[in-house]
């Protein structure tokens, strides 16, 4: 089993509580977490303990082509492990993909801690597949970040 942790850490200038919100509300969450270069939409959302989702990553710029589901696209499905509001959001995602070296579950977990009048939100990655490699994984889980904070500056 593969034991890869990747984790990354940012403080934003919101509340934990709109934080949650933000990542519990379908509308929002395709707003945000696609890094750069990306867009979102999600075909199945039920924000609760034990609830799936599915949201489909489309690469928007042709020189950035590496989608592991298909050439444009990376498919993730899975469902909500915990769920704490304002402080925890656990989920387990599937990803999609002929090649093995990136599908298979990946949990995130996110951790949300009132500090210094905003948040500092920690996402820890376990299980990352092989395929990922950790600096591309790295970058992505920061642009998530920084789009998360853009975000919630502009609420």
């Known amino acids: 089993m593969n034991r890869r942790i990747d ?3 940012a403080w934003i200038e919101a509340t934990p509580e709109r934080i949650y919100h933000a990542f519990l509300n ?3 969450l395709v707003e945000w977490l696609p890094p750069k270069g990306m867009s979102a939409r999600a ?3 039920e924000p609760w303990v034990g609830g799936t989702y599915q949201l489909v990553l489309t690469y928007e710029e042709a020189d950035l082509l590496s989608g592991k589901t298909t050439d ?3 498919v993730s499905t899975g469902r909500f ?3 704490v509001p304002g402080l925890k959001i656990v989920q387990v995602g599937t990803f999609e993909s002929a090649d093995s070296a990136f599908a298979g579950e990946m949990i995130q977990t996110w951790y949300l801690e009132a500090l210094d009048g905003g948040t500092r939100v920690t996402i820890v990655c376990e299980n990352v597949q092989p395929g990922i490699r950790k600096q591309d994984h790295d970058v992505g889980l920061r642009s998530t970040l920084d789009n998360l904070a853009r975000y919630l500056t502009n609420d």
């Open 81 to 83: 492990l915990d769920l």
């Open 7 to 9: 984790t990354a850490v």
């Open 26 to 28: 379908s509308d929002e």
């Open 43 to 45: 075909t199945v959302f």
């Open 72 to 74: 444009r696209t990376d």
